[in-house]
């Protein structure tokens, strides 16, 4: 279903669309982490997260008929951004069901890239499956899923397409990968690269404490859901379970999840500033937040992390910076 | 002296240590400075700006026995960490003379980095460079110049190289070029670099009002100097004359120069912050402030423009945000 030849077919049509993301380290990052830590920055990715790399693939590889009647999907911000470019850039119509207590600049941008975007209330009883079956049937408009899709997951392993190459450039053979993991598009679609392509790199899932389902699927070694699906920064990896189709490629392919405190996440969010000069949200600084918090829960001389967006309201990452700028 | 064969020899040596940074772009920008914008992000360059390239280019060349004995440079701070990392790469002994009211950030990296830092009084009459021939002479020390310096203006124009070739592969051959300036070392790079392989870019120097000596030597035809050498914001930037070596360069190639507020950098960090995801310092955006702010005196359909660096402290980061986070 998902492989690695599906991802190098998603690499080719993202060619020449999706930016290529570089490694970028630090002398101090180093230090402070007590081994060789790389960045995947995909802040730097068109619409500032991964999601436009699985958005444009899912989008690309639809019949132009059924594309052009448009394309649906659910999200709090950056999946939502990443379709909504894919589909503006196709010309084609794009309708974003989105929950109303997602970051503003977010909704924003989802917006001013020609989406139309449907509010709903995360917190309160409002099924926004049902309102979006409603508006798929009405409109005959095809539903990008998030993380359960194949064509996303292959879009999104393009990233570990990226890191297999670098990793290999730069001659490193073992190491820990680890990613910022929601729903587990991302995470299994490196993993799957990375099985193909440098098979000495594990990746590992890292998700903020309390909404750690993937950690305690993969120990469990059966899909466990999350109590709560809100009240936590990192809004962009809150998910209620890994996929469907996400789990058994975690299953066979990750080492043991980590995971990490909001108030972490803020702290890698000023590092990422200082250090490396790219600008991460608290679920795109999480895995940062392990390679320098969790270290004796990694086992490597050598670990890469995601950075995987950074869309994050000013007022948040003033916070961020108030709190640990000067302790970086 | 300075030529695109000098830049070229700068590149080898620089292969494989300096960072291959790319042109990013955004349709808000784009929307925002009404043509085409692409931004060099020098600041996720080693040390958080392009002066790195300089240092390792000079640093490089010296001959094992001259360079084993240590370099000295006098720097606010982005040349000074650029320095003292080329010569920790090396092994060898790096003294930095700083203004006593550089940013904390920058003293502090510049330390960590392996240099012994030597503070100085900028306003006070304290005579940095009998500071530095003296210890010069006593250590058998050389002096590497922040830009008038041959091989300095060699590693600054890389960057100019990999303009050219982006710009080029994106089929761009017109427009203009808007560079940081101070002292010129950067834009007289660039511009040789762009002679050579993207005639069509001209190059245009930016730089803050009160301290635009470049903009008005251009004008007039000989080298003006600033009546100030402190009280700007944009630190990186605040030199009290173009170079000897420079200045012909700049007089040959570039076209006239620009001037923004320190308002208008401080505008232009928060939009980078939001829009390409990376920090400038308030020196290293008025490049891009000029893209966006001084859209009647750019002609071009498109304009690139280099983000030269990224050391700013907390607070300062903050106060942008503070005013205009809400407002990119």
């Known amino acids: 279903m998902s492989d690695i030849n599906m991802i190098r077919a998603a690499a080719e049509r993202l060619k020449g669309h999706a930016r290529r993301t570089p490694l970028l380290n630090s002398p101090f990052i180093d230090t402070f982490a007590g081994r060789r830590v790389f960045v995947k920055p995909e802040c730097l990715q068109h619409t500032g997260s991964f999601k436009y790399r699985g958005g444009r693939s899912a989008v690309s590889a639809l019949d132009p008929e059924t594309r052009g009647r448009g394309v649906i999907a659910f999200s709090s911000g950056n999946h939502a951004q990443g379709v909504a470019l894919a589909a503006h850039e196709f010309g084609v119509p794009a309708v974003i069901i989105m929950p109303a207590d997602a970051p503003q600049m977010k909704i924003d941008n989802t917006r001013a890239l020609g989406a139309e975007v449907v509010l709903y209330d995360r917190v309160g009883g409002e099924s926004r499956e049902a309102l979006g079956d409603r508006l798929t049937a009405e409109r005959g408009l095809t539903l990008i899923r ?22 290999n450039a730069l001659g490193i053979k073992q190491g820990e990968v680890l990613v910022c993991c929601g729903g587990g598009g991302l995470t299994s679609g490196i993993a799957l690269a990375l099985e193909a392509d440098a098979p000495g790199l594990r990746v590992r899932p890292v998700e903020p404490q309390g909404f750690d389902d993937v950690t305690r699927s993969l120990k469990s070694g ?11 920064i990192c809004d962009a990896i809150l998910t209620p379970a890994p996929g469907q189709i996400t789990f058994p490629i975690l299953q066979r392919l990750c080492g043991s999840g980590l995971t990490v405190s909001e108030d972490e996440c803020l702290h890698a969010m000023a590092i990422a500033w200082a250090r490396f000069k790219v600008v991460a949200e608290p679920g795109g600084a999480a895995a940062l937040a392990a390679a320098l918090f969790r270290k004796d829960q990694i086992e490597s001389e050598t670990v890469i992390v995601t950075i995987s967006g950074g869309n994050v309201d000013s007022e948040m990452f003033q916070a961020a910076l108030a709190k640990y700028g000067d302790d970086v």
Not at 146 to 162: H, N, R
């Open 222 to 232: 059966h899909i466990e859901t999350n109590n709560q699906q809100s009240g936590n």
């Open 146 to 167: 998030p993380y359960d899709e194949p064509l996303v997951i292959a879009g999104q392993g393009t990233t570990g397409l990226e890191i297999a190459e670098d990793a």
